[in-house]
């Protein structure tokens, strides 16, 4: 565990990186790309809900790539990166790759509601006592981590990200392509 917040914690700095700098080392300087964690650690226990009651354990999907999205409904960026999000996934599905969006803190009526008027295709799971926050260690919202097919967290982004972005679907099929 002590691997896992010195992980998180190098995240949450990279984050805070200005957006200058982080352009410089980058080809799509217009694009907000994904943190490469620089060690892997493993990715925290994950056993939720969808809204239909299907419960979806993240280590079922051990051998495929995952993206854990950790929003909540009163989040505006949430809101704005929904739609990008299904956008994504519509290609990211046909890799193969799983998406799991983890509602936080919110009802199933309020997470309903919400779905409504962003409406999605990918699997929307319902954390409403927060407690899975604290083990993943999130530092805002949205929160994102991509699980490569050895259960590890690859990548990681706090905040709002173009998904749909090509440099960032590259990033997150990478890890679908090449043999780890």
């Known amino acids: 565990m002590k691997v896992a917040v010195r992980i998180f914690a190098v995240l949450s700095f990279l984050c805070l ?3 200058a700098v982080i ?7 217009s694009v907000q790309q994904l943190i490469e964690l620089p060690q892997k650690p493993e990715a925290p226990a994950l056993d939720l809900p969808d809204l239909a009651g299907l419960r979806h354990n993240i ?3 051990r051998g495929q790539v995952v993206v854990v999205n ?3 409904t009163w989040c505006a960026p949430c809101r704005k990166e ?6 994504a996934w519509k290609k990211l599905e046909q890799e193969g790759v799983v998406l799991l969006a983890v509602s ?8 309903e509601r919400f779905l409504r008027r962003f409406p999605v295709s990918f699997p929307v ?3 409403p006592d927060q407690s899975i926050g604290t083990v993943w260690q999130l530092q805002g919202m949205p929160t994102t981590y991509v699980v490569d097919r050895n259960g590890r967290i690859y990548f990681g982004a706090i905040g709002e990200r173009k ?3 090509q440099a960032i679907l590259d990033q997150i099929l990478m890890l679908k392509r090449n043999k780890m």
């Open 17 to 19: 990186i200005p957006d």
């Open 23 to 29: 352009a410089e080392t980058r080809s799509t300087a």
């Open 59 to 61: 280590r079922a999907y």
């Open 70 to 72: 950790f929003w909540a």
């Open 82 to 87: 929904f739609p990008v999000l299904e956008r």
């Open 104 to 111: 936080l803190g919110d009802g199933r009526e309020s997470v």
């Open 125 to 127: 799971l319902l954390a």
């Open 163 to 165: 998904w749909d972005d």
